[in-house]
C-alpha cells in the first residue's frame, strides 16, 4: 500500500509510450506490454523513490498517468513523435503539474526527447527516461531510472533548462543527445552539453508533417540517392556527411540539383563528436556543400537535425529561417 502524497502535493505527469523500460520478453522477441502503473510499481520497490512512494505517487508528489502509446521506440512516426509533444504540452497546461516525465524507447529518444526540446518554452523539467534491458530481467534498468527521471522533476535545478533524458545514472540535456551503447545502462553521450537552444514559438503542428529523408555518405555512396529523395518530394535532405562534413564531388553536383529544386539540404557528419564545419574545398568539402546551396549543421547530428528540419519545414520556414536556426544552434 502507498502513502497519499500530502494534501496539495504537486503532480508529477506520467506520459509512457512503450519501449524496452516496458518490455517483456516472449518467444517471438522483447516487447512493449507494461503500463504506467506497472512501471511506477517497480520504480517505487527499488527505495531510490521517497519512503511512502508507491504507484500514483513518489514522496511529495502526486503521479498522474497518461498510458499514450505503447511502441517499440525504432518503430515510432514521426506523427507519434508529435503526439508525445502534444501529451506533454497537454499535461503542462495544467498549473497544478510540477513537470513531466516520458517513458520512451532508446533507439530513438534522442529525436523525440529534442522534437519536445524545440517546442519547451516552460520553465518545468520535462525528464525523458528508458531502459536498456527489458522489464522482466532480475538486473532491469528501468525502475533505477524511473526513480531517477521522477527525481530530477523534484530537482529544483532542474527547472529551466528544457528537456532532460535521465539513464544510466546520467542527467544529459535532450539537446545535443545521442545513444552511445546498444546495451549498456549508460545508453546516451552528448556532443556537448552546452548548446543553445532556440525554441519553435509557431505552436505543435497537427495533421501532416515535412517529408525529411536522411543518409549517411561514404566512399562510394550513389548521387542517385539524393536525386530519388527529389523525386519523391523530399522537403528536406539531411547529409550525415564523413568527417567535419565532406563527400565526394559527385554528391555536391546533386544537392546543387536538389536545391534548385527547392529542397532544403543540412549537412551533418557522421562522426559523434567534435564541430562540423566549412573546412575542407577539393568539390565534395563542406565548403563546395556550403556553395552548392547546403546549410551546415554546425553541432546537431543527422537524427536531431532531421527532426529540426522537419518541424521548422511542417511551419514552412524560409530559407533564412533555417539558416538562423542552425547557425544559432552552434553558438
Ligand atoms: N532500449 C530500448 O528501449 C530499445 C528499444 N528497441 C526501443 O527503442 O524501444
Known amino acids: 500500500m502507498s502513502a497519499s502524497p500530502p494534501p496539495g502535493s504537486p503532480t508529477t505527469v506520467l506520459i509512457t509510450t512503450g519501449g524496452t523500460i516496458a518490455a517483456q520478453t ?5 516487447v512493449p506490454a507494461l503500463g504506467a502503473d506497472d512501471l511506477l510499481s517497480a520504480a517505487s520497490n527499488t527505495g531510490a523513490v521517497d519512503a511512502g512512494a508507491g504507484a500514483g505517487n513518489t514522496g511529495t508528489h502526486a503521479v498522474r498517468t497518461v498510458d499514450l502509446m505503447s511502441v517499440d521506440s525504432s518503430a515510432m512516426t514521426v506523427a507519434d513523435q508529435f503526439a ?15 513537470g513531466v516525465v516520458v517513458t520512451h524507447g ?5 529525436e523525440t526527447a529534442f522534437l519536445a526540446d524545440l517546442y519547451c518554452t516552460d520553465e518545468r523539467p520535462v525528464v525523458f527516461t528508458g531502459a536498456q534491458l527489458p522489464a522482466d530481467r532480475p538486473d532491469a534498468d528501468g525502475p533505477i531510472n524511473l526513480a531517477a527521471a521522477l527525481a530530477a522533476v523534484r530537482d529544483p535545478g532542474n527547472r529551466g533548462h528544457g528537456v532532460l533524458v535521465v539513464a544510466g ?33 509557431d505552436g505543435i503542428p497537427l495533421g501532416r508533417t515535412a517529408r525529411v529523408d536522411l543518409f549517411a555518405l561514404y566512399p562510394g555512396v550513389s548521387p542517385g540517392l539524393i536525386a530519388a529523395a527529389v523525386a519523391q ?3 528536406g535532405i539531411v547529409l550525415a556527411a564523413t568527417g567535419s562534413g565532406n563527400t565526394h564531388p559527385d554528391i555536391t553536383a546533386e544537392v546543387a540539383l536538389a536545391v534548385a529544386h527547392g529542397v532544403t539540404v543540412v549537412v551533418t557528419s557522421r562522426v559523434p563528436y567534435g564541430e562540423v564545419s566549412a573546412t575542407y574545398g577539393g568539390g565534395g568539402g563542406a565548403v ?7 546549410i551546415v549543421s554546425p553541432w546537431l547530428r543527422a537524427p536531431q537535425a532531421r527532426m ?3 518541424a521548422l519545414l511542417t511551419a514552412r520556414a524560409s530559407r533564412e529561417t533555417v539558416t538562423e536556426f542552425f547557425s544559432e544552434s552552434g553558438k
Open 169 to 201: 545514472g546520467r542527467v544529459l540535456p535532450a539537446r545535443g543527445l545521442f545513444k552511445v551503447s546498444t546495451s549498456d545502462a549508460v545508453a546516451f553521450d552528448s556532443v556537448r552539453t552546452d548548446l543553445p537552444r532556440p525554441v519553435l514559438t
Open 233 to 235: 518530394n523530399a522537403a
Open 106 to 110: 532508446t533507439d530513438t529518444m534522442e
Open 26 to 30: 516472449t518467444t517471438d522477441g522483447a
Open 288 to 294: 563546395d556543400l556550403h556553395r552548392a546551396g547546403a
Open 84 to 98: 508525445v509533444v502534444r501529451a506533454i504540452a497537454d499535461a503542462l497546461d495544467d498549473t497544478e503539474v510540477a
Open 308 to 310: 529540426a528540419l522537419i
